[in-house]
Each structure stands twice: as structure tokens, then as C-alpha cells.
């Protein structure tokens, strides 16, 4: 299908000012090229909420095509960018970069594939002098506060700590909000020399400042993969995981599941599983575990009085601690005199299901509700 189709190069020298088209293909299959501005280039998160990366947002009256998916932006010829986002009423389109794009093209042409580096640590500017009294910084006034280290990154590998000043990043000064001069962008977040320039195997030099005193720290850069989060941000190519015990619906919290509330779900979902989502490296610094959920209840025989449980956190099967659906599903094997005893964070603290009567009616449950299998584990 691709035999002679010859590739666009890639347009590494985007900037501010630059007019990009967007093309697409009519219903004929005519091409429909619509330019933009680039009016800034500035770190966005992307859809996967995983750190920031590079974006072009440029101003542009692009129309709908219901056969243009994935749109290409183009400069004189050349690949710039990939359409990210649009939002139709103030036109303004957001792009994933050319040098986001080679990034990948050139992690992708060996065998393990190992994704974009991260570091793992949260960090504020240093624009408030009493800030930077209580770090104890000297010198010339610059670089970000670290407030976090997330447990078995690179970071904490490395040796920063919470209270550290990171002042410079592979050479590279940075200023009290957090920016270094890119040679291209002008001033731009440092996090860009971290995704855009570093890869998965990579060392980069972190100057630093402790209570007063410079240490130069390497960090060595790895891709965090989501199954290494409590609550996985992302979920590739995989159908959600679940558990239907009786009626009850267990499944792993995740960023995805957070998610079925729309835009707007840091608001709109449940605010204990957004809060446990939100400071997941805190709660569970030992990390390896799922946050296990009852998240609904069907209506059945072994559910009466039961029918309007939901969002609910399990801590114990069976007296046995809950990691993960894996764990649910080896306790529920194990019932005490007869019952299945689930326990939870939440009111009403325990929940209790004939273990006889759930196995008997499991067949007629899988029928009622057109479910093929009641459990999805891996």
C-alpha cells in the first residue's frame, strides 16, 4: 500500500511566527490545506496526564472533515507537527512538535521500545524571597524548589530531596520560574531539556543547592511504565480489569476509570478515589499494589440490601489485606463459615455474601445481565 510513497521530512525549525497548514482531504479526496500562526510554543500535558511535553498552539479556522484523523501540520513542505487538540470556538489548535515526533521515531528504530524518559519529582518557583531564605539558597538568585520525590524513580535514585534548589539541568541554567534559554524557543521549561532532548538510558548532569551548599547530582533517566503506578495513568491496548462477585462489581482504580466523569473529573468523581489517585506516591510509597474498588452493584438475590453500595475502597477479603483484584479473587476462594466477608474504607465497613448462594446463582446472574465472563483479571 505505502510502495512508492515517498515521506515528508521532518521541519525541525519551528518558532513563533511561523505559519503552519493544516492538511486534510475533502470528500473527493482533494487536498484542503488551511494555514495558522504559531503564537506560542510553551510544555502542555499531553492526554495521557504523564508529565509535559513540547506544543506548538497556533491560531487557525480549521474545518471539519469526517476523513481527516490524524491532521498533519506542515511547513513549506515538511512535517511540523501533528494535530493534538482543537477547540472549535476559540481556534486555537494544539500540536504535538516535530522534535516530539523524531523523539519517538528514533526510540522506535530499536527492538525494545522503551518510551519517554521521566525523572519522577514535583517541583515550585523560587520567585518568593522568603522561599529561597528557607532553602537556605546563596548565590545567584534561580532555579525551582523540589516539594516532591516519588519513591523508586530516578530521582530519589540519585540522591535529590525534598527542600533541594535544582539550578541547572544538563548545563543548562534555570531561572526562578522554572525556565532555561533554548536556543530556538528563547526561554521555555526545563522539563523540555528532560523529554524532548534526553532518552530512556541517559545521565544528565542536575546542579543543585542543599541547605546553601552545591552538589552536582546524575540522574540517570527511565521510562516509567503506567503498570509501575499505583493508580495507572494510562491504559494501552488493554480492556479494563474487573471482578463480579454476587453482583458486586470490583475493579482497580485507575486514571482511565477517574476519567468516565468527563473533563471535568477531578471534580465530578469521586473525591476519595481522585484524592487517592492524586497522592498515590504518599500513600503508598512501597508501591507494587492496586487500590481495589467496589464500584457498583447489580441487583441480584445475593446483593438484597445491598443495592445502593458504590465507590467504595476494599481493604479485606476473608481477613486477607486487598493489593490487588488478584488478591480478591484467590480470598473470595477462601469463605469463613459460609460467608464471603469484604471490608471497606468506607461505611458500612462490611459487606457479607453467602458464599454457597453466590456460586449457585452466578450462571443465572451472567444470563440476566448479558455478561460473557464475570471475572477479567490480566
Known amino acids: 500500500f505505502l510502495d512508492g510513497i515517498i515521506p515528508l521530512e521532518i521541519a525541525l525549525d519551528t518558532v513563533v511566527g511561523d505559519r503552519l497548514a493544516a492538511w486534510q482531504l475533502e470528500p473527493t479526496g482533494a487536498l484542503l490545506a488551511t494555514e495558522g500562526l504559531v503564537t506560542t510554543i510553551q510544555m502542555t500535558q499531553y492526554p495521557i496526564d504523564i508529565g509535559q511535553f513540547l506544543t506548538y498552539r497556533i491560531s487557525i479556522p480549521m474545518q471539519y472533515r469526517e476523513n481527516s484523523y490524524t491532521v498533519p501540520l506542515v511547513k513549506n513542505n515538511k512535517l511540523a507537527g501533528l494535530l493534538l487538540r482543537y477547540d472549535s470556538r476559540s481556534q486555537l489548535l494544539d500540536a504535538i512538535p516535530a522534535p516530539i515526533i523524531t ?29 529561597r531564605e528557607f532553602a537556605g539558597e546563596t548565590g545567584k538568585n534561580g532555579g525551582v524548589y523540589v516539594t516532591n520525590v516519588e519513591p523508586r524513580t530516578p530521582a530519589m535514585k540519585a540522591g535529590l530531596q525534598v527542600g533541594d534548589i535544582v539550578k541547572a539541568v544538563a548545563n543548562n541554567e534555570i531561572d526562578q520560574n522554572g525556565n532555561y534559554v533554548d536556543p530556538l524557543y528563547g526561554k521555555i521549561e526545563f522539563t523540555n531539556l528532560l523529554t524532548a532532548h534526553a532518552y530512556s538510558g541517559d545521565i544528565v548532569p542536575f546542579l543543585i543547592q542543599r541547605s546553601g551548599k552545591p552538589m552536582e547530582l546524575n540522574v540517570p533517566l527511565e521510562h516509567r511504565d503506567a503498570r509501575d503506578y499505583v493508580s495507572p495513568p494510562y491504559n494501552l491496548d488493554q480492556p479494563p480489569s474487573y471482578y463480579v462477585l454476587g453482583g458486586l462489581i470490583f475493579q482497580e482504580l485507575s486514571r482511565q476509570y477517574l476519567k468516565e466523569w468527563g473533563a471535568n473529573w477531578q471534580r465530578e468523581a469521586p473525591q476519595r478515589f481522585v484524592y487517592l489517585d492524586r497522592f498515590q506516591s504518599e500513600l503508598f510509597p512501597e508501591g507494587n499494589r492496586r487500590v481495589v474498588i467496589l464500584s457498583q452493584v447489580l441487583p441480584a438475590n445475593s446483593t438484597i440490601g445491598y443495592d445502593d453500595l458504590s465507590y467504595l475502597t476494599v481493604t479485606k477479603v476473608n481477613g486477607k489485606e486487598i493489593k490487588s483484584l488478584g488478591d480478591l479473587a484467590e480470598a473470595v476462594k477462601q469463605p469463613i463459615e459460609g460467608f464471603i466477608k469484604i471490608e471497606t474504607e468506607e461505611d458500612p465497613k462490611q459487606i457479607e455474601l453467602d458464599a454457597a448462594q453466590v456460586s449457585t446463582e452466578a450462571p443465572v446472574l451472567q444470563e440476566n445481565y448479558g455478561i460473557s465472563l464475570l471475572h477479567r483479571l490480566d
Not at 519517538?104 to 522561599?131: C, H, I, M, W
Open 103 to 131: 523523539h519517538f521515531l528514533k526510540e522506535a528504530e530499536g527492538q525494545n521500545y522503551r518510551g519517554f524518559p521521566s525523572v519522577g519529582f514535583s517541583f515550585f518557583p523560587t520567585r518568593d524571597p522568603e522561599l
